[in-house]
């Protein structure tokens, strides 16, 4: 039910051309997203995640209805299509803001790691791929050539390179690395060209899906005990896991030929061509720095021994089951993300005629 109501919120969010029924469905879908990561409210870091989220959520929706009021004030409309003018700077800053919040691009994305930390993986699914979907394509919409989105596109690809690089859990790794994807789906934005934008949903949809696949393969293999040491001789607990799971690791890197090299590839070399040479050129220098810490999860998955704690860990506890759902889903994953590697013009193509249908 919850799943349903935060699908139609973004359904909503998408559509949207008012102002106002646009804060409703951003306020329906972060209502749904707090019930869903506070659902067991036995567990206290969910309960502590759930209020960071809702409280920061809350300070969020303020500043987009503060924007709005002030919008509506001076130019008398809560159409979207005031946001064409080239007036009223500060209240469309303020509505920026506030979805750039939502988005956690930095410097708005402090709350994010914990956020991902106390969520259990289902919740986690969910957090990731559907909120950032419907966000980014009303803010497509809203912010052509913006330059406050193109220093939170900077500042992303910055401070999610190098936060990663310490983590020890991996939902707070991969909360960096949602920071950075950002800052390249941003980056493809902020071109503001069919080509740009294109990259950018392709890029988006690449990224979504390899982490929905590192999710699953969490959920299965360790589950919610996410530090990163737990993940040593996968080689020995599963072949096919650490072989989907390096593919998908690979891919968010950025190692050619897999898919997530070819999307970042798409998103710099359309940024080249419009002249943004010194963003090009930060966001190559971060997907380097992104890559040593993939690269480790790699390391540790295959060569690293378990350690003692870890070996007694797995002879007391119950293994977890793996449910032929979650096998079925992967395997299409990991189907999607060497299909893009064998013939990236199919997807290419079906993102383009969607975007054609909608501009």
Same mark, same amino acid.
């Given at each position: ?8 919120? #973004?359904?909503?969010?998408?559509? #949207? ?207 919610? @005990? #996410? ?18 799971? #390096? ?16 999307? @970042? ?95």
């Amino acid at each position: 039910m919850l799943i349903l109501c935060i699908t139609l919120a #973004s359904m909503i969010i998408i559509s #949207s051309s008012n102002l106002l029924c646009l804060y409703l469905a951003l306020e329906l879908q972060s209502l749904s997203i707090f019930i869903l990561i506070a659902r067991k409210k036995e567990i206290i870091s969910r309960v502590e995640s759930s209020l960071k989220y809702f409280v920061l959520s809350s300070i969020s929706s303020g500043l987009f209805l503060l924007g709005s009021s002030i919008l509506f004030l001076n130019g008398g409309s809560y159409e979207i299509t005031i946001f064409s003018s080239d007036l009223y700077f500060v209240e469309k800053s303020l509505i920026l803001v506030s979805l750039l919040f939502k988005l956690a691009v930095s410097p708005f994305h402090f709350w994010l790691p914990d956020v991902y930390q106390g969520s259990d993986n289902k919740a986690l699914i969910v957090l990731g791929t559907l909120p950032k979907i419907s966000i980014l394509g009303m803010l497509i919409l809203l912010a052509p050539n913006n330059k406050l989105v193109l220093i939170g596109t900077i500042l992303s690809l910055i401070i999610g390179s190098i936060g990663a690089i310490n983590q020890i859990k991996i939902k707070r790794l991969l909360a960096y690395s949602s920071i950075v994807g950002m800052g390249f789906v941003l980056l493809a934005i902020n071109l503001y060209t069919f080509e740009g934008i294109e990259a950018g949903i392709i890029y988006m949809l690449i990224y979504l899906i390899t982490f929905t696949g590192i999710i699953i393969i969490i959920d299965s293999t360790i589950q919610e @005990k #996410s530090n990163i040491i737990e993940m040593s001789n996968l080689l020995g607990y599963n072949g096919v896991i650490l072989g989907s799971i #390096s593919v998908l690791i690979l891919s968010l890197a950025g190692i050619p030929p897999l898919g997530g090299f070819l999307a @970042k590839w798409f998103v710099i070399a359309n940024a080249i061509n419009n002249e943004f040479l010194i963003s090009s050129i930060i966001s190559i220098i971060c997907a380097m720095v992104a890559g040593v810490y993939y690269l480790r999860l790699v390391k540790i998955s295959y060569f690293q021994h378990d350690r003692l704690f870890l070996v007694w860990k797995k002879i007391l506890l119950k293994e977890p089951q793996n449910s032929y759902f979650y096998g079925i889903t992967l395997g299409m994953i990991i189907y999607i993300i060497l299909f893009f590697l064998v013939s990236p013009q199919i997807i290419q193509e079906i993102v383009h005629f969607g975007l054609l249908e909608i501009f």
